[in-house]
């Protein structure tokens, strides 16, 4: 065991306020729903101290159900298939990356849907993503394995690097993947969930 110090407890309070300051009550409306959004904000505001009710949420639940527009999944998958691919993106990946992103969405991940295409609308026409990547392996052994994304959607390279990492767990029982040189790989728990799509379990982590 090793337990934590006073000073690294009292870090950990800080850590703690300044997520709440920048990410729920700042950021709010770009992380959450804006439904969440705006109870969370109310519930962390220094300005009160009392908790929002159930009552209080479900009222703001009602007005922001009035706003919204409900677009089904198949449709939206099929038109954000068409933006990409009209970008120069080959059919398959274009397909690929819109599920990507409709699955996120259907998790309830706003930040991370397909809000995101606005980003990659103008990373693929400026020329800061390739459309049209080769992936090619940097290094490989029995357990582990490096790609080069080529410059190209992270979805693309962070897909296959999975796959081939549970096949090789397949065969010798634990294995490991890293990808560099590619844009944004979404969200994390893209792969996390693709592992489990393969009977494993699996960790992803992303930075940039």
Same mark, same amino acid.
């Given at each position: 065991?090793?337990?934590?110090?006073?000073?690294?407890?009292?870090?950990?309070?800080?850590?703690?306020?300044?997520?709440?300051?920048?990410? %729920?009550?700042?950021? @709010?409306? !770009?992380?959450?729903?804006?439904?969440?959004?705006?109870?969370?904000?109310?519930? &962390?505001? !220094?300005?009160?101290?009392?908790?929002?009710?159930?009552?209080?949420?479900?009222?703001?639940?009602?007005?922001?159900?009035?706003?919204?527009?409900?677009?089904?999944?198949?449709?939206?998958?099929?038109?954000?298939?068409?933006?990409? =691919?009209?970008?120069?993106?080959?059919?398959?990946?274009?397909? /690929?990356? =819109?599920?990507? +992103?409709?699955?996120?969405?259907? #998790?309830?991940?706003?930040?991370?849907?397909?809000?995101?295409? #606005?980003?990659?609308? *103008?990373?693929?026409?400026?020329?800061?993503?390739?459309? &049209?990547?080769?992936?090619?392996? +940097?290094?490989?052994?029995? /357990?582990?394995?490096?790609?080069?994304?080529?410059?190209?959607?992270?979805?693309?390279?962070?897909?296959?690097?999975?796959?081939? &990492?549970?096949? *090789?767990?397949? &065969?010798?029982?634990?294995?490991?993947?890293?990808?560099?040189?590619?844009?944004?790989?979404?969200? =994390?728990?893209?792969?996390?969930?693709? %592992?489990?799509? !393969?009977?494993?379990?699996?960790?992803?982590?992303? @930075?940039?």
């Amino acid at each position: 065991m090793f337990p934590l110090t006073e000073a690294e407890i009292r870090f950990l309070l800080e850590a703690y306020r300044f997520f709440i300051r920048n990410y %729920v009550i700042k950021y @709010g409306q !770009h992380f959450f729903h804006n439904i969440y959004a705006s109870c969370l904000q109310r519930e &962390t505001s !220094h300005d009160r101290c009392d908790i929002i009710s159930d009552n209080d949420c479900e009222s703001i639940h009602d007005r922001e159900s009035q706003r919204m527009i409900r677009i089904p999944p198949e449709a939206l998958h099929s038109w954000s298939t068409e933006v990409l =691919a009209a970008l120069g993106v080959p059919d398959n990946d274009a397909t /690929h990356i =819109a599920r990507c +992103l409709i699955d996120v969405d259907l #998790r309830g991940v706003r930040s991370h849907g397909t809000r995101q295409l #606005r980003r990659y609308v *103008k990373e693929f026409r400026n020329g800061l993503v390739n459309t &049209t990547p080769v992936i090619r392996v +940097l290094r490989e052994t029995d /357990h582990s394995l490096r790609l080069d994304g080529d410059g190209g959607a992270g979805y693309l390279v962070a897909s296959r690097a999975t796959d081939s &990492t549970c096949d *090789k767990t397949n &065969t010798v029982g634990l294995a490991v993947a890293a990808t560099c040189n590619h844009g944004h790989v979404g969200s =994390a728990g893209i792969y996390a969930r693709r %592992v489990l799509s !393969h009977g494993f379990i699996g960790w992803c982590v992303a @930075g940039g």
